[in-house]
């Protein structure tokens, strides 16, 4: 078979459209795929000028040019459809006699990436929002706070290890929670291993469950473990540092191996959950004093969370006790506001509990409290005295007689001379508001209270 004679034949055949133009940009050819797709008979086409029947071909850039273009995406808005297409340049014995042009209909297809594009923004924003009612318990005017939450935000979608530092009380847990629940895991299982009530003879059991019969009296059927459990969701492996170097490495070794075996079984499990540990611990002086494994420590410390404590965002005071009484008021079915002096109180306590222990003073005071808002009288007295005492301990110690017999006058004379000393000490007044760690409102407030200029 000679080719050159069937050449029109293949092009006929071509399912492909095809279109060739001469050197000045004459339609010369279009073959039936051309015709059948685009709905132009061959006869309306032919012998037209490409510029006028579409006057921004990147035919006539390939006439121009001589270059080829591959996989060139074009709108014709002559026939109002969207192509790929190759425009390939010509050439006889090194010169441009023409432009031939294979094209796909795109439009179909252009038209389901529009849809998807806009399905994929629409679900952006529903994750936006998902995210921010998740997340808005940790909302936060600190830095330190807000940083946190920006890294936990950003790591909940994918299966990353996170290890959560912070105090005691600091809200690790809702942490690992609102990063379970804005994952793709957040409809599974969230399981929380508190690691320092776990005794050692029962982890392995309680962990990884056991099989019928696998000691005597044990259940019939056997028992599913935590791990099981939060099959397909989150583990929060609470108080990490508080495991035993036997337990340490027990944990290390269902890490490392993505698996875990029964008591008394010998089936392994796979182990489908992503880790979210815990510590108030500092886990880097643990391993220095060789009480923590650096295996673990390098296993669970992908990315890791620092959770700066209540002290250190006193400007969140009004968020949490927002959050904490929310929730109050509707179990206590109370109506009850905070006073701008009891603000200030609590912004002079260093809150060494965190927001658990603000939680429990909130509950404390709304408990007992019979009128519709709080005032300093309603403030557990550790509070109130924490005021004075912690900032100075020595003037207060010097004092305590005087205490006994008239507190509010003291915790002001302190307070002010408290002001009087950081202003002097300080630059700027920004310098001063930063060490007393209140917001600028309650600094203005008490320099006008106490009248310093
Ligand atoms: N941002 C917040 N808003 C409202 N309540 C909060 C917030 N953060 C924490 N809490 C509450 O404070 C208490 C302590 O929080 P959580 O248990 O998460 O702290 P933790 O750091 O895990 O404590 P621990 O170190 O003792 O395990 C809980 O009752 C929690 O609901």
């Not at 002079?348 to 003073?361: A, F, M, Q, T």
């Not at 010097?398 to 003291?410: H, Q, T, V, W």
Request: with cysteine; hydrophobic share 40%.
């Amino acid at each position: 078979m000679k080719l050159e004679n069937h050449l029109l034949s293949i092009l006929e055949s071509l399912h492909d459209a095809v279109l060739v133009v001469s050197k000045d940009g004459t339609i010369v050819y279009v073959n039936t795929a051309y015709s059948v797709q685009f709905g132009v008979p061959a006869h309306k086409i032919i012998n037209r000028k490409i510029s006028e029947v579409e006057p921004q071909a990147r035919i006539l850039e390939v006439l121009k040019t001589g270059q080829p273009l591959i996989n060139d995406y074009s709108y014709l808005h002559s026939l109002n459809i969207h192509v790929f297409a190759n425009i390939t340049p010509l050439m006889e014995k090194g010169e441009l006699i023409g432009v031939v042009t294979i094209m796909k209909d795109i439009s179909e297809f252009y038209a389901l990436q529009e849809e998807l594009n806009r399905y994929k923004t629409y679900s952006t924003q529903l994750e936006e929002q998902l995210n921010k009612r998740i997340f808005s318990l940790l909302e936060s005017h600190a830095p330190g706070m807000r940083q946190a939450v920006n890294i936990a935000k950003k790591v909940a979608s994918s299966d990353a290890t996170v290890l959560l530092f912070g105090e005691t009380g600091v809200g690790k847990e809702v942490f690992a929670r609102a990063i379970h629940e804005a994952s793709p895991r957040g409809d599974k299982p969230f399981v929380a291993i508190n690691m320092a009530s776990l005794p050692e003879s029962l982890f392995e059991s309680e962990l990884f469950g056991f099989e019928e019969g696998a000691f005597t009296g044990s259940r019939r059927g056997g028992k599913k473990g935590l791990f099981e459990l939060a099959n397909g969701g989150t583990l929060f492996l609470d108080e990490i540092g508080e495991l035993t170097p036997f337990l340490q490495a027990k944990i290390l070794r269902v890490l490392q191996e993505k698996s875990f075996i029964k008591v008394g079984g010998t089936t392994t499990h796979p182990l489908n959950v992503r880790i979210i540990a815990a510590t108030n611990k500092n886990l880097q002086q643990m391993m220095r004093e060789g009480k923590f494994r650096e295996d673990l420590y390098y296993r669970l410390n992908i990315v890791p969370i620092t959770i700066p404590p209540v002290r250190e965002r006193k400007q969140d005071l009004p968020i949490l006790i927002n959050n904490i009484l929310g929730e109050l008021r509707a179990k206590y079915k109370k109506q009850v506001t905070v006073t701008q002096e009891v603000y200030e109180i609590f912004e002079c306590y260093d809150w060494p509990g965190n927001v658990r222990e603000l939680s429990n003073v909130l509950e404390r005071m709304i408990a007992i409290c019979t009128k519709s808002y709080f005032i300093p009288e309603d403030i557990p007295p550790f509070v109130r005295e924490g005021t004075s005492l912690n900032e100075n301990p020595v003037r207060s110690t010097a004092r305590n007689d005087e205490k006994a017999m008239n507190l509010p006058g003291i915790i002001e004379r302190t307070e002010k001379e408290m002001l009087e000393e950081v202003l002097k000490t300080s630059r700027t007044r920004t310098e001063a508001i930063q060490k007393l760690g209140i917001s600028r409102k309650a600094f203005y407030r008490k320099l006008k209270k106490y009248n310093i200029k």
